[in-house]
């Protein structure tokens, strides 16, 4: 099956500017995350979606961010105005309800100048 | 926030040595997994071990959990090169979350 697809794969913007993070899923994965990577770091999650519905948003920065998952399959996570600090690599992960292991996408790397 | 510490941060070893890795982590979990990460990758799956295993295996993957210490150890046996990589524990303390480790950076070299 083919595996979690993410893009772009790298994006340079200048603070201020906004940007935004495409993720596809793999077929039958209900369960999608956002993850954010910081150099050095394990991931931490942004954002959990079961199907439609954010069931775990706790993590992520309301003023700046935002993500949707309209029809339950893929995802976009938009970050405007974006932060110096908001380097860092933002991972998608997926996976089915019953099951507790998680596929991970290649990341998007941002670099904000 | 990460619940899990991973020591050590960085390993070197040589083609067909051991490798150990701890981590420990600070709350009640349902289960514990470890991932790798090669450079400029996504995370692979590795294992999971349940709140009430104690030792798995996985081809020359093998991990221990104690509970009680609220500690995890992944011993890679026979290392290769193509080990190199970041690995990661990660706590599932609710169903369909994880909390991960800042990892340590495994080099093995030829």
């Known amino acids: 099956e083919a595996g979690v697809v993410q893009s772009p794969r790298y994006k340079i913007i200048e603070k201020k500017q906004p940007v935004a993070f495409w993720c596809n899923p793999i077929?039958?994965?209900?369960?999608l995350y956002w993850y954010l990577q910081n150099l050095g770091q394990g991931p931490e999650l942004l954002i959990r979606?079961?199907?439609?519905?954010?069931?775990?948003d706790s993590q992520l920065p309301k003023d700046r961010f935002s993500a949707e998952r309209l029809k339950g399959v893929d995802s976009t996570l938009k970050i405007q105005p974006a932060e110096l600090g908001d380097s860092a690599v933002y991972l998608c992960?997926?996976?089915?309800?019953?099951?507790?292991?998680?596929?991970f996408g290649p990341g998007t790397r941002l670099l904000v100048l | 926030s990460q619940q899990g510490e991973e020591d050590p941060q960085a390993l070197s070893i040589q083609e067909g040595e051991n490798a150990t890795m701890n981590c420990s982590y600070k709350?009640?979990?349902?289960?514990l997994q470890w991932y790798r990460q090669n450079s400029g990758r996504g995370l692979v799956h590795l294992i999971l071990?349940?709140?009430?295993?104690r030792e798995k295996h996985s081809g020359r993957l093998r991990v221990t959990l104690d509970t009680s210490k609220k500690s995890s150890s992944l011993l890679i046996t026979a290392s290769r090169a193509a080990d190199t990589a970041s690995y990661f524990c990660?706590?599932?303390?609710?169903?369909?979350?994880?909390?991960f480790g800042q990892g340590t950076i495994l080099t093995v070299h030829p």
């Open positions: 990660a706590t599932a303390a609710s169903y369909g979350k994880l909390t």
């Open positions: 709350t009640s979990i349902n289960n």
């Open positions: 979606y079961e199907n439609e519905e954010a069931v775990d």
């Open positions: 077929s039958g994965h209900n369960t």
């Open positions: 992960a997926s996976k089915r309800e019953v099951q507790e292991t998680q596929y």
């Open positions: 071990i349940r709140s009430n295993e």
